[in-house]
T-cell receptor
Framework: QKEVEQDPGPLSVPEGAIVSLNCTYSNSAFQYFMWYRQYSRKGPELLMYTYSSGNKEDGRFTAQVDKSSKYISLFIRDSQPSDSATYLC?????????????FGRGTQLTVWP | DVKVTQSSRYLVKRTGEKVFLECVQDMDHENMFWYRQDPGLGLRLIYFSYDVKMKEKGDIPEGYSVSREKKERFSLILESASTNQTSMYLCASISVYTEAFFGQGTRLTVV
C-alpha cells in the first residue's frame, strides 16, 4: 500500500465551480499536510501547509484535514481558468531527520471558461 | 527570492551515454532530492542527500547515481542512459520545515 493515495483525475470543471481534491494516507504518524500546485512544464510550488485536523483558509482555497479518517481535502471556490494545473498532496515524515516527503500522484485539473 | 536551478530544461541523449543532471540551490538547505515524474505515476524518489557526501537511495535508484561534493550542488548521473529513463526530472531542496522548493525540471529524452 502506498503511503499516500490520490485520484489522478483528470478533472474538468466550468469556471466558477467549486472543486474538491482529495488524498488518503496510511501512516498515522503524519502530522503535517501540504498541497502543491504544478503548472504545465514547471516544477511544483507549495500552495498550502496545514498541521493537525481542521480547516485552513487562504483566499479561495481551503485545506481540510480529518486525521481520524486519514483523509485530506483541498477545496477551490469560484474556480478560475488560471487554476488549471496538477495538484499534489504531500506529507513529510517529520519523524525522520531526513525530511522525506511522500507525494500523491497528483490530480490534473482543467477549469474551462 | 529562493531558487533551485537545474542546468537544462530539455536534453536529448543517445542510448548508452552517460548523462549528468545538475541542480544548484541558494538556500543553504541540508536536504536535497531527485525525483522523476511520469504521467500516471506521479513523483518517484530516485535519491536524496542530507549532507555533503551523504546520500540515500530512494524508491527507484537502479540505473542512477548521485554526487554531492558541495552543499549547494546535487548532481544526478545516469550511468548508461536507456529509453526507459526518458522522463521529467525534478530536483528539490527541503527546508527545516520540510517545505520543498523545486527546480523547473529537466525533460530528458533518450533515443
Amino acid at each position: 500500500q502506498k503511503e499516500v493515495e490520490q485520484d489522478p483525475g483528470p478533472l474538468s470543471v466550468p469556471e466558477g465551480a467549486i472543486v474538491s481534491l482529495n488524498c488518503t494516507y496510511s501512516n498515522s504518524a503524519f502530522q503535517y499536510f501540504m498541497w502543491y500546485r504544478q503548472y504545465s512544464r514547471k516544477g511544483p510550488e507549495l500552495l498550502m501547509y496545514t498541521y493537525s485536523s481542521g480547516n485552513k483558509e487562504d483566499g479561495r482555497f481551503t485545506a481540510q484535514v480529518d486525521k481520524s479518517s486519514k483523509y485530506i481535502s483541498l477545496f477551490i471556490r469560484d474556480s478560475q481558468p488560471s487554476d488549471s494545473a496538477t495538484y499534489l498532496c504531500a506529507m513529510p515524515d517529520r519523524g525522520s531527520t531526513l525530511g522525506r516527503l511522500y507525494f500523491g500522484r497528483g490530480t490534473q485539473l482543467t477549469v474551462w471558461p | 527570492d529562493v531558487k533551485v536551478t537545474q542546468s537544462s530544461r530539455y536534453l536529448v541523449k543517445r542510448t548508452g551515454e552517460k548523462v549528468f543532471l545538475e541542480c544548484v540551490q541558494d538556500m543553504d538547505h541540508e536536504n536535497m532530492f531527485w525525483y522523476r515524474q511520469d504521467p500516471g505515476l506521479g513523483l518517484r524518489l530516485i535519491y536524496f542527500s542530507y549532507d555533503v557526501k551523504m546520500k540515500e537511495k530512494g524508491d527507484i535508484p537502479e540505473g542512477y547515481s548521485v554526487s554531492r561534493e558541495k552543499k549547494e550542488r546535487f548532481s544526478l548521473i545516469l550511468e548508461s542512459a536507456s529509453t526507459n529513463q526518458t522522463s521529467m526530472y525534478l530536483c528539490a531542496s527541503i527546508s527545516v520545515y520540510t517545505e520543498a522548493f523545486f527546480g523547473q525540471g529537466t525533460r530528458l529524452t533518450v533515443v
